[in-house]
Each structure stands twice: as C-alpha cells, then as structure tokens.
C-alpha cells in the first residue's frame, strides 16, 4: 500500500482545470488534486509547430483507482487528444499513501 499513482494532464483554462480536479476529488478517484501555475507548451498539431498556455493538473489516486480517473479524465478533457500521464511511486511517508488509499474509497 505505499504505492501511489501520480496522474498529469494540461488544459487551457484555469477553469477547466478546477472542474477536472474537483471533480476527480468529489468523485474519489483522487484523493487530491493540484492546479499548477500557467505553463507554456510548445508542440507539434496537424502538420505545424504551435505554442500556447496551459494550465498543469496533478492527481494523486491509489492503484486500484487508475483506470477509473484515467477514464474520467479522457472523458472529460477538452482536448481532442489530451496528454495524460500516469506515474506509479513509491510514498516517502507509509501514512501518505495510506490516506491517498482510504481517501480513494466510494
């Protein structure tokens, strides 16, 4: 159980971002979620280079709730083809990933 998973996606609005992590929270599928500062990406979309600001959000979700926040997320995300990135870690503080687990139960 010291296992968490760290889910990342980016959205173009700030408030896009706090409905997907309000909603991820209220629905336990994270145990919380956090909204990041404006960041500047820049990528390749259809055929050209484009930048522009994105705002990062970051889930911490247990193991057994992966799917279900991933599906969630893709599901609600504005983009046609949103970045969303899992990481598995291990918690630095076994009590950590023990709140992460229980705050993830329906």
Known sequence: MD???????VVDARSVADVLAAAAVAGRLAACAQ?????????????GVETS??????????????IALVDQIRVSHPYEVPEILVSTVESGDPAYATWVHEHTRL
């Open 53 to 66: 600001t994105e705002w990062s959000v970051q889930f911490k979700t247990a193991p057994d709730r992966l």
């Open 35 to 47: 909204v990041g500062g404006q960041v500047d990406s820049t990528y390749w979309w259809r055929s």
């Open 3 to 9: 296992q968490i998973c760290v889910v990342t996606t």
